[in-house]
């Protein structure tokens, strides 16, 4: 079983900056993605943003892309959401995800983004 923590919500004012963080722990044999997905009141679960632990590679939303940056610590096994330019509509409790061993889904019980003024 994989662990993942969750950490970095909050409240911030509109054009403000947060940073996720999401520690995964437990029995690991191979990870092969990280990311991070939100779900806002009444709105299905998306995408946010992954990158690859093999590769590197990332992938984001089109409603994030220059705004949102994922990196990863790949010897602590812990992704990062960097946050920038925040908007109203960013507000969702975002949710860390893990797909490893070798193929399964793992997540995290998710930290609330609130973006208001």
């Known amino acids: 079983q994989v662990q993942l923590v969750e950490s970095g919500g909050g409240l911030v004012q509109p054009g403000g900056s947060l940073r996720l963080s999401c520690a995964a722990s437990?029995?690991?044999?191979?990870?092969?993605?990280m990311g991070w997905y939100r779900q806002a009141p009444g709105r299905q679960r998306e995408l946010v943003a992954s990158?690859?632990?093999?590769?590197?590679?990332?992938n984001s939303a089109d409603s994030v892309k220059g705004r949102f940056t994922i990196s990863r610590d790949h010897g602590k096994n812990t992704v990062f959401l960097q946050m920038d330019s925040l908007k109203p509509e960013d507000t969702a409790v975002y949710y860390c995800?893990?797909?490893?061993?070798?193929?399964?889904?793992?997540w995290g019980q998710g930290t609330q983004v609130t973006v208001s003024s």
């Open positions: 437990g029995t690991i044999f191979r990870i092969n993605a």
């Open positions: 990158i690859s632990t093999i590769s590197g590679r990332t």
């Open positions: 995800n893990c797909n490893a061993n070798p193929y399964a889904n793992y």
